[in-house]
Each structure stands twice: as structure tokens, then as C-alpha cells.
T-cell receptor
Framework: NAGVTQTPKFRVLKTGQSMTLLCAQDMNHEYMYWYRQDPGMGLRLIHYSVGEGTTAKGEVPDGYNVSRLKKQNFLLGLESAAPSQTSVYFC???????????FGPGTRLTVL | QQQVKQSPQSLIVQKGGISIINCAYENTAFDYFPWYQQFPGKGPALLIAIRPDVSEKKEGRFTISFNKSAKQFSLHIMDSQPGDSATYFCAASSLTGTASKLTFGTGTRLQVTL
């Protein structure tokens, strides 16, 4: 039981490049979330999903897109990376009952 | 808009001392208040949580105190240990649709010295 995994762990992009971050969970959770963590700002919700095939905007969605084609996977895409998107990205998932969100280990992204 | 305000930003406590972190919220619709603990290079993990119908919850050395009228809650770590050195986030949940999104505070970096 791996829980929540994220790929890749580290990535360096140049401004304007695109990339996709993959989140996978093996707990059969309905809900999945993407956050970004910046110093002094806590964790801010980018996008979330309440089930396979659904997505919704969070607090800071601009510049990001997401897809949830399979229940176990939640992809975060950056179409044209900007230095302001330099951050640590966390994925989380939650089951139907408890409120607890389970977080992945994070992806550290640097945009030059 | 900062809906959950957390203080202090950093905290240094001697081993065996009490660590106290405070949070205040604005949205009265919040119905769940968890604390997450994050070690360097790791994702946050749930430490302890409380619902608004309870004024205090204790799990081992960790206690949440909740003041509904003041819209404040706090984390107390008794007998603080060097292994408690981590960043702590308070959060609050509002049931929007079925998502139960979490709104996080800005975090407190705790260092427990020997």
C-alpha cells in the first residue's frame, strides 16, 4: 500500500516550457487535490476533483490545468511555465467518510 | 484573503517545555479543524483534529483547545521533544458541495532545543 505517490520528485523548467505532474493513490479515494506550498504562505489549493472525470478550481488555478481520467490518478499540467510557478507541489486524497487528507511527498519545481 | 490566520511564524522551545501555536478563523461555516505536521522534505500528515462541538481534544502530548465564540483554536504540545521539530499547519474545512476543501494557515516552524 503505497498511499499517495507523486512523479517526478524534482524538475527544472525554462520559462515557457510545459510539463505534467502525476499523482497516484491506491486507497480508492474519491477526492483528490493539488496544492502549492510557498514560504510564508502555507498550502494553497490549485484544483481538486470529487470523482473520476470531474475537476474544479481552487484558490489559485490560473496557469494550471488538471485531468482525472482514472479514479486513481490526478494530473496537474503547466502549459507555459512561469517563474512565479516555482514552488513545491503536493497532491492529496481523501475518502468518503473522514475529513483526513493524505498527502504525497511533493514535487519541487523550479522555473528559470 | 487569509481566512485562517496562524501565529507565531516560528517558535523555539526548550526540551520539556510547552509549545503553543494559535489560529483564528473568520468563516463561521467551518466545521472541522485539523492540525498537520510536516517534516522537511515530506508531505504534511494529520496530527490531530477537532469538531466545533468540542472545546478540547487531547491525544498523548498534543492538545487542541477550541473557542467557538472567539473563533480561535490552538495546539499545545506538552513536554516538547527534539523529534517534534517540524512545521505545523492549522486548517479549517468548509463543506462546499462534497469536496470538504481545507483552508490552511501559513504555518509555524517549531524548533525544540536540547
Amino acid at each position: 500500500n503505497a498511499g499517495v505517490t507523486q512523479t517526478p520528485k524534482f524538475r527544472v523548467l525554462k520559462t515557457g516550457q510545459s510539463m505534467t505532474l502525476l499523482c497516484a493513490q491506491d486507497m480508492n479515494h474519491e477526492y483528490m487535490y493539488w496544492y502549492r506550498q510557498d514560504p510564508g504562505m502555507g498550502l494553497r489549493l490549485i484544483h481538486y476533483s470529487v470523482g473520476e472525470g470531474t475537476t474544479a478550481k481552487g484558490e489559485v488555478p490560473d496557469g494550471y490545468n488538471v485531468s482525472r481520467l482514472k479514479k486513481q490518478n490526478f494530473l496537474l499540467g503547466l502549459e507555459s511555465a512561469a517563474p512565479s510557478q516555482t514552488s513545491v507541489y503536493f497532491c492529496a486524497s481523501r475518502g468518503q467518510g473522514p475529513y483526513e487528507q493524505f498527502f504525497g511527498p511533493g514535487t519541487r519545481l523550479t522555473v528559470l | 484573503q487569509q481566512q485562517v490566520k496562524q501565529s507565531p511564524q516560528s517558535l523555539i522551545v526548550q526540551k520539556g517545555g510547552i509549545s503553543i501555536i494559535n489560529c483564528a478563523y473568520e468563516n463561521t461555516a467551518f466545521d472541522y479543524f485539523p492540525w498537520y505536521q510536516q517534516f522537511p522534505g515530506k508531505g504534511p500528515a494529520l496530527l490531530i483534529a477537532i469538531r466545533p462541538d468540542v472545546s478540547e481534544k487531547k491525544e498523548g502530548r498534543f492538545t487542541i483547545s477550541f473557542n467557538k465564540s472567539a473563533k480561535q483554536f490552538s495546539l499545545h504540545i506538552m513536554d516538547s521533544q527534539p523529534g517534534d521539530s517540524a512545521t505545523y499547519f492549522c486548517a479549517a474545512s468548509s463543506l462546499t458541495g462534497t469536496a470538504s476543501k481545507l483552508t490552511f494557515g501559513t504555518g509555524t516552524r517549531l524548533q525544540v532545543t536540547l
